[in-house]
């Protein structure tokens, strides 16, 4: 027993020693030796509470008092001051063990291991909002904007060239195969801010409540996201379900388009029975432009192409020529009288 708990002390230690300075102050001792963290749970995103709130996804913590995984419901949390935001952790598989790099606050967000948390953490960078002026704009396709009293947002479409899946880790078998960007490698260099007390606090209200471990909960959460951090009754509690992950918020969801050359069912409207349904036939298969050369029937001929011709009424016939005139005879002149009266 004795062995077996410097073993586990032991490794950590190696591992933070020869790591360097940088990633330090990234990684904890929490350490889980031979057993990966449960898949992310499905869960819906509660309602904004109020400006300036973050939304901070829910995670798999591990406890060495309970030897179990434990779920940290994801919650708005308040930035702990303008233009910074939040970086989540995340697992990463180091051979047999699995280490925790936790999240934390600062201007650009950095490298969480490219798990796909959902909500504008699609696992690389966030799409969720940004920071002007010191007002955070909010995009409305990744969140839940409800708040009448939030005017500052926008609708940016999140389109994942990523496979969505639910691996919560990274690196190992199994694990998200991701690299830090050298704008995330950038963004591990900025100054950052720690979990707030509010952050911890509720993660601590997480380890003490059994339902939370995957023991009990088989990777279901009850509690799988909340309002305000530490509030796990009430209105603003939302539980897993299952499903696919939900990365985008359905108020941003875009309707489904039926691929060319197939038909979506007609749904019948209110108050409009089944049978009065108009079925709409299948288009018939087009064949490839070189076979529809090959069966095209030739061209008829240019006499059978003409336009009919348009009936005429029988014209009436001709007249018989009319007969010439007789030629007149030629009129004789009248003798002259003599040029001298005769003598008497």
Known sequence: MLLKSWGRSLLPTLFLLSLPALSLAQVSVNVSVGVPPPELPVYDQPPIPDDGYIWTPGYWAWSDDIQDYYWVPG???????????????Y?????????????????????????NYGYGYGGNGYEGGYWQGGHLYYNRSVNNINNTRITNVYNKTVINNVTVNRVSYNGGNGGVRAQPTPAEQAAARDRHIAAIPAQRLHEQAAQTNPSLRASQNQGRPPIAATARPGNF???????????????????????????????????????????????????RPQAPPQAQRQVEPPHPPVEQRRAPEQTQPPRQSAPPPRPEPAPRPEAKPAPRPPEHPPER
């Open 75 to 89: 919650t708005w949390v308040l930035a702990p001051q303008p233009d910074y935001l939040w970086t989540p952790g």
């Open 233 to 283: 009754s009430g209105a603003g509690v939302v539980g897993a379900r299952g499903g696919t992950m939900s990365v985008v918020h359905s108020q941003g969801q875009q309707p489904q388009v039926a691929p060319q050359g197939r038909s979506e069912p007609q749904q019948p409207r209110p108050g409009q029975p089944e049978a009065h349904m108009q079925q709409q036939p299948a288009p």
């Open 91 to 115: 697992w990463g598989a180091e051979g047999a063990a699995f280490f925790w790099h936790p999240g934390y606050w600062g201007p650009h967000v950095g490298f969480y291991g490219g798990v």
